[in-house]
């Protein structure tokens, strides 16, 4: 009884500290001074901007990362290749970077300097600083999530009613988005949720490909970094509130979806 | 079932096969493609540019001592925060599935907290709480342990996670029997719970190893990077070198951070294989 | 049935009737029975009340539900955003001027340069975009291709860089100014009332003392500060050997190696180390608006500042015309008495006239101590004085 509650207290203990402790703060540093504070903390044009510059950035690695994710997924367990294990460990590579070695690798095919870069220049094309390098570097650094949701719940949910369909004479099209599609849900929206939050939460990659300008290449992470930086603690903590909702939001959804049935 | 499944019992038309099959290509490539352009060739630059002045610059690049110093750091604070983790993360688990209280399941949602909040919110926050201004009057800032507590943030719901299906699947039917037997629970804990964590510990233990090894926006505000007074880890240094544009240098060392990170995962990888093949269970 | 049902039904309405409707509810019986198969696999190991008790809490899915309509809603908001998402600023018909600085005038730039140079000709509705960072670093950006019109960096050898990229013209510096838009000297910032009673560059070694300095990897303000450090040695006639020697004793009581000026004096004010070396000018600022939290100490040698300014050539620049104007009105008279109350010192002559700051007993400059070309590499290289000591060698 002792050892349980001993146990228990060790174990809240240890994640307070950890944990709720630095949530807590966020929240107590943020509203130190008034609400008023807060709100014109976050109106702040830079802010505003970041946190719709982060949202952007974070859609659109969304939505290319799950079509990836659900037919890569597809492929890996119902029309395997050789090779398909290799295709497997590189989809989870970036699981295991750093983000600045992310980020290095990036600006050394698409900087000045790069593999591209010469062609890129005579092109007029931009990729680092500016938008199309952050939405690779995001999308990089995001690549695995909805691969590793989704492929174990393909393989438990198995192939029978799609064969079934397609020999009854439903078109691929058909079977795809009326049996697959529905059957894996569950998988491709856990991933989904994970995607969004790394996406957003992305510090060190965009931080090196992209140059940090304010008002235009800022995202809110880099704002949050800034503002403290600039001697605006309010404006970090306010940023980092932003994040912090936008973070439990997530693991409510998280948890949501785990308890309705990932297979 | 299989005996009466309808794809038995009718012939595969010959158009539907073909076009099946050259979706199928098309799919793979397409795959291949994709994964090809936004991960493998930004990685080939890399390998390419860190191995351009063969292996003698990489070496000139790792033995300069301050590098090595900074090698030793990131690999001996991750190793003192992956032995953390798995002591404190089996624990946790222990709790969040063996025992049961109020708000138990927002502590388990609580969890993947790391996963979803940025890591530079995470560095300021464990900065401002325990660095100069820390309420709490505990200064942790500029010095190893910092690093240390941003690198157990970030790397927390790994070993959770990945102990706690196998406490939920695990049948208690052995540790009822040897508590009848006598056995004190520690003993159980040991004896029988722990050789059956043992395989989902070292996979949870590897992740978050090669997280912390690469981690860079927890520890970039609350790390000194120093490279003297040793508060430099590997993610700093690189990054250094990024922002004075000594691509060549980073490349290198960033070879070498990638090298490590695989090297753990596989090893750990392997152990966690060879003992799950040891149990019967 | 459940939702998973409905979507099953649907192929096997739209079958063809080739199949005998026995085959057909074969099938259907099948499928039903994989339905419910995968219904009973929700067991994730929790109690059974807590299982039935959520079955009998349909609000969960209600949450889902406004949660993604929620994210719907802002996603639609931030594509909508999109194109005002290339820049913060709304569309300026006098055009945008994009200016790359070192860590420290930002601010200045952002505020009371921005509202002057809004009030002249040149400037009516022109926006600015101000980028500062490390000086090195900045430098090597807009080598690499971040746009700038203006640059203004912390030491010479930065624009320099550029001349080289044929990205700034030859002839920056040749202006009565040599090239510099404001000056400042390398001084000391201590705590409230000095407690460790820190005056002079000796006083760093004292036991104990902990030093804030930027690593030089990228900040020209740690250049200018260990210039200043050695140059100090030098002035009182210590030989070059006892001044380097100086160097690697100072080197050891240094705590912590922000990545600029900006930062290293921000580590200061939250409560790090017992004197910081930086820009006059900085420590003075932050006398100013965090009173209390820092004190100016002026050595008594130190090393004169002098941050050089350009307008840039193509590809950089976006709007050389308007950049040359933007460079010559911080020259006016408006201007500088601007960079004068932001406690630079000022470069032309009649506005310095007005304004005094304070000045160590003997002031040097780099051309003294031999030049930044000289300097530059005999220090910093990749066989560099100081890079050896930073390397542990």
Known sequence: ?263 | MAALSPAAAVPRRGGVARTDDAAAVVVRGLSAGYLSLIVLLPLAALLWTSTRGGIGAVWQTITIPTVLGALELTVGVSAIVVIINAVFGTLIAWVLVRDSFRGKSAVNALIDLPFALPTIVAGLTLLALYGPSSPVHVNVAYTRMGIALALLFVTLPFVTRAVQPVLIALDRDMEEAAAVLGAGSLAIFRRIVLPNLGPALLAGAGLSFARALGEFGAVTLIAGNNPLRGTQVMSLVIFGDIQGYQFSSAAALSFILLALSLAVLLVFGRLSRALSGHHDR | MSIHAAAYREPVKGLRNTYSTDTKKLYMLTLMRQMTASHHKKNDGRPAQERTAEARNPARSEIVRYVIQATGFAVALAVAAFPSLTTARTAHSGGTLNIVTYSTPGPVYSGPLAAAFAKTKAGKHVSLSVSPGPSDSQSQAVANGQPADVVNFSYAPNIQTLVGKHLVPKSWDRNPYHGNVTDSVVAFGVRQRNPKHIKNWSDLLKKGIQVLTPNPQASGGAKWNLLAAYGAQRETRRSKKQAVGYLKKLFKHVSVQDTSASHELNTFLNGTGDVMIGYEDDIMEAQQKMPGKIKLVVPKQSLLIENPISWTLKPAAHNARLAKKFVSFLYSKRAQTIWAKAFYWPVVKSVARHHHFPRPKKLFNIRQLGGWPKLDPEFFGPNGIVTKIEQGG
């Open chain 1, 1 to 263: 009884m002792i050892a349980r509650f001993s146990l228990r207290l060790v174990a809240l203990g240890y994640l307070a500290v950890l944990l709720v402790l630095p949530v807590a703060w966020i929240v107590w540093s943020a509203f130190g001074g008034g609400v008023d504070a807060v709100w014109r903390s976050a109106t702040a044009p830079y802010a505003v901007h970041a946190l719709l510059l982060s949202v952007l950035i974070a859609v659109i690695a969304v939505i290319a990362n799950t079509v990836f994710g659900v037919v890569t997924a597809l492929m890996i367990v119902r029309h395997p290749f050789p090779g398909v294990s290799i295709l497997n460990a590189f989809v989870d590579l970036p699981l295991g970077l750093s983000p600045v070695v992310v980020g290095l690798s990036l600006v050394l095919v698409y900087g000045a300097t790069g593999w591209l870069g010469p062609w890129l220049t005579a092109h007029g094309i931009t990729v680092i600083f500016s938008l199309p390098g952050m939405i690779l570097a995001t999308v990089f650094v995001t690549l695995p999530f909805v691969v590793r949701e989704v492929v174990p719940v393909v393989r438990e949910v198995g192939s029978e009613q799609e064969e079934a369909s397609r020999t009854l004479g439903a078109t691929a099209w058909q079977t795809f988005w009326r049996i697959t599609l529905p059957s894996i849900r569950a998988g491709v929206i856990y991933g989904v949720v994970l995607t969004m939050a790394r996406a957003l939460g992305e510090f060190g990659t965009v931080i090196v490909v992209a140059g940090n300008i304010p008002g235009v290449t800022q995202t809110l992470t880099m704002y949050v970094e800034a503002e403290f930086q600039n001697f605006d603690p309010r404006g970090a903590y306010v940023a980092s509130l932003e994040l912090a909702v936008l973070a439990i939001l997530t693991l409510v959804l998280m948890n949501v979806v785990r308890r309705k049935g990932v297979a």
